[in-house]
């Protein structure tokens, strides 16, 4: 079938590649001109593992490519899917402006060929509705009288670092319509990631289970799901703060609650919190619609403000490791917001950064792909190697949890520390390795 995609980041790339890989004809539609000439090149503009040869392999097939150019790449599809930002506004709403500005950019092309406009990006309950007037505002008598395009929501619940496997093999897909001729298309398009029919060997795979579902609760749908993973962290976060004083070891206690089918194991890891692109502003949008319609969210507010929190009980355990901060040196071990990303947007290491650098703390940092804070490069010192951050350290910090970070030689760390402090921010060392190299290990809730 013939695909555009529209704002290739990191969902509309691994959106573009995982549909040609499929077998789709697929045309990538991006407004800022570098992104273009690099996707062109088959070359990512981010880091997500995976992407860069189903890119690659597109291009080469010659049914996957990249334009700036609206009339072409709209008529060319029959289902359109629109990946823009919809960041948080100050307000803590989600911003639509990139919406609105796709949804009447599409109009003046949608004649002759019905087509579906799917919205992959989290958009506000009621969106689709409101991108079916928008673009029928801008339409001529004549195009809304022919009825060629059906809206669709379609979210997406990739996971940044593991993109394209959550992209090609799914828990599940949801179609949100009032057409069944738009969901009937955007299903057909989905057809090998159902079936599994593109793996060669993994067709014994049980099929993806595609729900079907009114537009407002696949819109919501998203917003239930990201709230639930982040109140789940958030959850365990505050077991652990309660273990810290009570007694207990976190990690058990996971394990323990965890092999409760009801509660599952995972999103059960105890640590400085969540962050990314996506929790914290999908959170407050859904709060904020929330209150509009009159209900006052109290679980999704706790879920926020204990995970801010929790970024702050690292510096609490600095000052109490270390007293006074002031010219202190403190290195970070890592900064995107999780590992197998580049990815900074609420990175807990930004709040740390910054409240480090107020406190007076020299703040050194290295992460294996992030290389530039951009305004922040002024508060910090990049260090070269994870031997280069310890040295002269007066603590370091885990971050992120890098597989390089699993293994810490923290033998050969220590000596080159001017004190031998370590807060484990992802509860990924392991204390009693700690201990043994003369380090004052402090992990969350254990
Ligand atoms: P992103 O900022 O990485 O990418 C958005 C892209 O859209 C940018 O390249 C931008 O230049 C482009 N764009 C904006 N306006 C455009 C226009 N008018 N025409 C063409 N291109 C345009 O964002 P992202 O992380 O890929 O997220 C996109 C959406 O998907 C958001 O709504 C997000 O909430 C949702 N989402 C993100 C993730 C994730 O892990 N990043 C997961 C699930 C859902």
Not at 1 to 11: K, N, S
Not at 125 to 153: C, K, N, Y
């Amino acid at each position: 079938m013939r695909v555009c995609v529209i704002g290739t980041g990191y969902v509309g790339t691994v959106t573009a590649a995982c549909f040609a890989h499929v077998g789709h004809d697929v045309v990538g539609l991006e407004q800022d001109p570098d992104k273009v000439a690099k996707l062109r090149k088959g070359i990512l503009p981010f880091v997500e593992p995976g992407t860069e040869p189903l890119l690659q392999e597109g291009i080469a097939a010659g049914n996957l490519r990249f334009t700036d150019d609206v009339a072409d790449a709209v008529t060319a599809s029959e289902v359109i899917f629109i990946c823009v930002g919809t960041p948080l506004t100050p307000s803590g709403d989600a911003n639509v402006d990139a919406l609105r500005a796709v949804a009447t950019s599409l109009a003046p092309h949608l004649h002759g060929e019905y087509k579906a406009i799917v919205t992959k990006s989290t958009v506000p309950v009621g969106s689709g509705d409101w991108i079916t007037m928008l673009i029928e505002d801008a339409m001529t008598p004549d195009q809304r009288s022919g009825h060629s395009f059906g809206v669709v929501s379609n979210p997406e619940f990739l996971r940044e670092g593991s993109a394209v496997t959550d992209f090609l093999y799914p828990d599940r897909i949801v179609l949100g319509s009032s057409s069944e001729k738009a969901i009937d298309l955007v299903a057909q398009l989905y057809e090998p990631v159902v079936d599994q029919s593109f793996t060669e060997g993994r067709a014994e795979l049980a099929p993806v289970r595609l729900i079907k579902t009114s537009l407002e609760s696949a819109e919501m749908i998203k917003y239930a799901a990201n709230a639930f993973l982040a109140t789940k962290i958030s959850f365990i976060n505050e077991m652990a703060n309660i273990c810290e004083r009570i007694g207990g070891d976190i990690d058990q206690i996971a394990e323990g609650i965890g092999l409760d089918h009801r509660i599952g194991e995972s999103f059960l890891n105890a640590g400085l919190g969540w962050g990314g692109s996506c929790f914290r502003k999908d959170i407050l949008a859904l709060k904020r619609t929330a209150e509009e319609y009159g209900y006052s969210p109290q679980l999704l507010q706790a879920t926020v403000e204990v995970n801010l929190l929790q970024r702050m009980t690292v510096v609490r355990k600095l000052q109490e490791e270390l007293k006074i901060l002031k010219g202190k040196r403190i290195g970070l071990l890592g900064l995107a917001f999780k590992p197998g990303t580049d990815d900074l947007r609420d990175a807990p290491a930004l709040d740390l950064i910054d409240r480090l650098h107020n406190a007076g703390s020299r703040v050194m940092v290295y992460d294996p792909v992030v290389t530039d804070l951009g305004p922040r490069n002024e508060s910090v010192r990049f260090a070269e190697s994870v031997e280069d951050l310890a040295d002269g350290a007066d603590a370091i910090v885990l971050v992120t949890e890098w597989d390089e970070f699993r293994g810490l030689d923290l033998a050969d760390l220590g000596p080159r520390m001017r004190t031998r402090v370590v807060v484990d921010g992802r509860n990924a060392i392991d204390p009693a390795e700690a201990a043994e190299a003369h380090f004052r290990y402090l992990g969350v809730g254990r």
